[in-house]
């Protein structure tokens, strides 16, 4: 078997340079002494042999194991795939970026492994999964009732929050979805997998890029066709997982007396017109919690506004969120809708060609 060249992007360098596995734990190790390194010897072991029983799932990245060390401790163990889409930078960055966050709603990164062609990231075990695989499912999703999801929103927010106003660095996730938010023993939310972060300096406002990564349904119109992204990025991906949250509905599924209109444009079209409930996850339906779904409802699609400037921060979505009683501005209608604002009419409409469905990740967009 040949053996994987890899490259390393140094702070500060534009260039890239050659590295062995060796230099770059090392590496790894220097940028935060408390991050484990983890031989494959020991992995193997916690796994039994990386077996189908402690598989928990999989994602672009590669397949997720569950592990036992020597010591008792649980983990879990996410492996990249030979034909992941994402690569050695996605892997390089989430270890070195999440070694720098500590908030109780981020899971924790606990150490690494590579060796013998393995790249490995090893975290602090969810026992709950996470929460894509209670809400679309018509029995699971009961065990979600409006309190759970009322401390699960409270728990993105925070995190968020945190990411984006609290933490040393500006960190905007890019990639911000159901299936990456994971739960622990007690239900409450963690933001995972960083691969795709990135870090602004508190000065900064926004950057671009020219390549798009992320997940179709959660990305703002601002970064599929300009490959802009800034705070509000995660705001927007904020609203849908919010919708979702509220609904239990999926991003690839069309709504409506007609089934042809998108998560987003059915909530906007029942919230005007006074029916925001019948959006809502039947579960929920209940003297108890209307109210407060609907104003959930409302900061969701103040979220997901086509201008970026429009939408709040979360500092905004925080604040709402709390005080029953503020204030909101009325939405304009949500990105990429079927239907256009009165003041886009004039407007030409920049086509771009995805083909993809809820869940998959971007790696390319086009626009034509």
């Not at 930078?89 to 500590?102: G, I, P, R, S, Y």
């Not at 790249?119 to 209670?134: R, V």
């Not at 959660?218 to 609904?247: A, C, M, N």
Request: hydrophobic share 35%; aromatic share 8%.
């Amino acid at each position: 078997m040949r053996k994987r060249k890899t490259k390393i992007v140094q702070v500060g360098k534009s260039s890239k340079h050659k590295a062995n596995r060796k230099a770059a734990a090392g590496d790894f190790h220097n940028n935060d002494p408390n991050m484990m390194v983890y031989s494959l010897s020991d992995l193997e072991v916690a796994t039994c042999g990386f077996s189908l029983e402690n598989k928990l799932g999989e994602g672009g990245y590669g397949p997720v194991y569950k592990g036992i060390l020597a010591d008792g401790q649980e983990i879990a163990i996410k492996k990249l795939s030979k034909t992941s889409t994402q690569g050695y930078e996605e892997f390089k960055n989430e270890v070195m970026l999440t070694a720098k966050l500590q908030h109780v709603n981020l899971v924790r990164v606990l150490g690494f492994c590579i060796e013998n062609e393995e790249q490995m990231l090893i975290y602090e075990y969810m026992p709950n999964k996470t929460l894509d695989y209670y809400l679309y499912d018509h029995i699971r999703r009961l065990m979600l009732d409006w309190l759970k999801r009322v401390v699960i929103i409270e728990g993105v927010t925070q995190g968020l929050l945190y990411l984006q106003e609290y933490s040393i660095l500006t960190v905007i996730h890019r990639d911000l979805k159901a299936s990456n938010i994971l739960l622990d023993k007690d239900m409450k939310p963690k933001i995972s997998d960083f691969g795709m972060a990135k870090i602004f300096r508190k000065d900064e406002v926004e950057a671009n890029t020219n390549r798009i990564v992320g997940t179709y349904g959660y990305v703002p119109p601002e970064y599929v066709r300009q490959g802009l992204y800034s705070t509000k990025s995660d705001v927007y991906g904020f609203g849908v997982l919010l919708l979702q949250i509220i609904s239990g509905k999926k991003n690839a599924c069309l709504y409506g007396i007609h089934e042809d209109l998108s998560l987003l444009d059915f909530a906007f079209e029942v919230w005007r017109e006074g029916k925001g409930m019948e959006f809502m996850d039947i579960s929920l339906d209940d003297t108890t919690s209307s109210y407060k779904l609907l104003r959930c409802m409302h900061v969701a699609l103040l979220c997901v506004q086509e201008n970026a400037n429009d939408r709040p921060t979360m500092l905004d979505v925080s604040s709402m969120l709390r005080n029953e009683t503020k204030a909101m501005a009325d939405p304009k209608r949500p990105a990429f809708s079927a239907k256009r604002n009165d003041d886009q009419e004039n407007r030409s409409r920049l086509q771009v060609e995805i083909c993809l469905v809820d869940d998959s990740t971007i790696s390319e967009v086009v626009a034509r």
